[in-house]
């Protein structure tokens, strides 16, 4: 796994902290990384405007992404068209401990 430390860019918050995600090494494409990043942070992909690497190179493609090394800092710089379809919300399924057999029960 390739662990990496990745948070939004919001210049305006006093507290931005990063993050852990892991990637697997069999599958460091820019699609994998934000997928898993988007999730992880709650955004939706579609507001993603690019992936910068801190502090100032811009990832734009799979080969950017496989030179990355564990705990390198990256940043979401996210478009700001609309602020509330910014972050999804996440389904059911995927919020922390929900129990898909405790959910089938019947009483």
């Given at each position: ?78 478009t700001v068209s609309d602020k509330n ?23």
């Open positions: 796994e390739l662990v990496l430390k990745v948070r939004i860019q919001t210049p305006n918050l006093r507290e931005n902290d990063f993050i852990e995600i892991e990637l697997d090494r069999q599958e460091l494409t820019y699609k994998e990384l934000l997928r898993v990043s988007c999730h992880e942070l709650g955004v939706n992909p579609e507001n993603v405007q690019k992936i910068r690497k801190l502090p100032n190179t811009m990832l734009r493609k799979d080969k950017d992404v496989a030179r990355l090394q564990d705990f390198q800092e990256l940043e979401l710089v996210l379809s910014l972050f999804r919300v996440p389904t059911l399924s995927e919020q922390s401990g929900y129990n898909k057999k405790a959910s089938e029960l019947t009483y």
